[in-house]
């Protein structure tokens, strides 16, 4: 099943899965709209052909809500009740923190065997380097960035560009990096507003006729990217400034190359653990492996933003 914020390369873990199946002689099931769907019993059985030409699609076609109900022991009895009434005995959630967290209780609750595999653009979870969705969405921005870039330079204009990334800055960072921004504000680094006009006016005075910034919208600098713009506006009235949210079309598109191969590898592992009896595992990327980490640190965790990406940034902007 997959749960919570969609992201590119859910239906390419989901055609994984079943296919692992397949291979093994094991039946899988589909479930619709997460653990809503697993509450009303919302099932489908699945097979190699069910996930033919889904490779390539963005979101996922299983659905994917968030569950209130799930929340509460009745709800979650209730979705136990329907699993065992399916014959079904294990279970692979697709989601970010919050489908890890209900898996969790749902196994201590009814020592019912899970496995994860992280999906969110905003590559948020610890145990490992890349979720999926994260490297589409990057790809996403840099197109989008690079296309105002044009408008900018075209008309003297100064671009705050807000992307996703509440609590951490991976796609921010990154992206800015990868696009050539002026600035970047992260929520990991708080660049306090004194700063970034001082950024802002070296950047000018070196002969810059426009910059883009980039700003993780859970960054700290101003209440929001539209106080940034108004700040710059009373500092820095030779600019013309502009914002633009990016907002949800970074969770859209066809998942990149990588995205799918990475779902494909994610989609084998989990099927493989729990046919090893394991369970509470996370299937993760690091150093290029396909590993698990228990999923109490996959949620508890925080994933680490690159320092030395930060260095790079600076140098960069200069």
Do not use: W
């Amino acid at each position: 099943m997959t749960s919570g914020g969609d992201s590119p390369g859910m239906n390419a873990a989901i055609r994984s899965v079943v296919r692992t199946c397949a291979f093994y002689n094991l039946e899988s099931v589909g479930i619709y709209r997460g653990y809503e769907g697993m509450i009303e019993g919302d099932f489908i059985e699945l097979n190699a052909r069910s996930v033919k030409g889904i490779i390539n699609k963005g979101g996922t076609f299983l659905k994917s809500a968030r569950s209130k109900e799930f929340r509460t022991k009745e709800g979650r009895q209730e979705a136990y009740n329907q699993l065992k009434k399916e014959n079904i005995d294990a279970l692979v959630t697709i989601g970010g923190d919050g489908t890890f967290t209900g898996a969790l209780i749902f196994n201590k609750e009814f020592n019912f065997p899970v496995i994860g595999i992280p999906g969110t653009i905003d590559n948020d979870i610890a145990g490992t380097s890349h979720t999926l969705g994260y490297d589409t969405a990057l790809n996403t921005v840099v197109d989008v960035i690079d296309k105002i870039r044009d408008t900018a330079s075209s008309h003297n204009r100064l671009f705050f560009i807000e992307v996703m990334g509440r609590d951490v800055g991976h796609i921010a960072l990154n992206a800015g990096v990868g696009a050539g921004a002026e600035e970047i504000l992260i929520p990991e680094e708080n660049l306090g507003l004194d700063r970034l006009v001082e950024s802002l006016q070296r950047s000018k005075e070196s002969g810059k006729s426009s910059s883009i910034v980039v700003v993780a919208e859970g960054d700290k600098t101003g209440s929001n990217v539209f106080e940034l713009k108004d700040y710059i506006n009373e500092h820095m009235p030779e600019y013309d400034v502009r914002v633009s949210v990016l907002g949800h079309m970074q969770r859209g598109g066809s998942p990149s190359c990588f995205d799918r191969v990475l779902a494909s590898r994610m989609g084998v592992k989990s099927v493989e653990c729990l046919l090893e009896g394991q369970s509470n595992l996370m299937v993760g990327l690091i150093n290029d492996k396909i590993s698990t980490t228990p999923l109490d640190k996959a949620i508890k965790g925080q994933s680490k933003i690159n320092k030395e990406l930060i260095r790079v940034s600076d140098i960069m902007s200069t």
